[in-house]
């Protein structure tokens, strides 16, 4: 018996992260995975073309995301997320507001530690 050719319904289809990022690696913005991004009005105004990833990201972040959640929960790379986010960011779409700042206490960094691996398992 012959191998099913696999058809467009066959399952997903698998896209090469630097497609998504245009072969771009590196985000014009630091962006660390703790840090909890913010959309701007603009974000939610901008026509997103159907199925590109910055609009499922849009969409997603209705409600303040970290960059850690946003990864995992379209199931991209960490390094993808950060490029996409950081073109949001830098084009007035997004912010981020720090989670941890040279000032913060150990109990703050602790409280955020617990509160990362809490959302993690949740995922």
């Known amino acids: 018996m012959a191998a099913e050719e696999p058809t467009a319904s066959s399952?997903?289809?698998?896209?090469?992260?630097?497609?998504?990022?245009?072969?771009?690696?590196?985000?014009?913005?630091d962006l660390p995975i703790e840090a909890t991004v913010e959309l701007r009005p603009s974000a939610t105004e901008t026509a997103w073309p159907v199925g590109d990833m910055t609009g499922r990201i849009v969409e997603l972040c209705a409600t303040p995301q970290s960059v850690a959640?946003?990864?995992?929960?379209?199931?991209?790379p960490l390094g993808v997320t950060r490029v996409l986010l950081g073109d949001l960011i830098a084009g007035g779409h997004a912010r981020t507001q720090a989670t941890i700042?040279?000032?913060s206490s150990t109990d703050e960094r602790r409280d955020l530690i617990e509160r990362t691996l809490s959302g993690l398992r949740a995922l």
């Open 11 to 29: 399952g997903p289809r698998l896209v090469r992260a630097y497609a998504l990022t245009s072969g771009r690696t590196k985000a014009d913005v």
């Open 69 to 76: 959640e946003i990864s995992a929960r379209l199931g991209i």
């Open 101 to 103: 700042t040279d000032t």
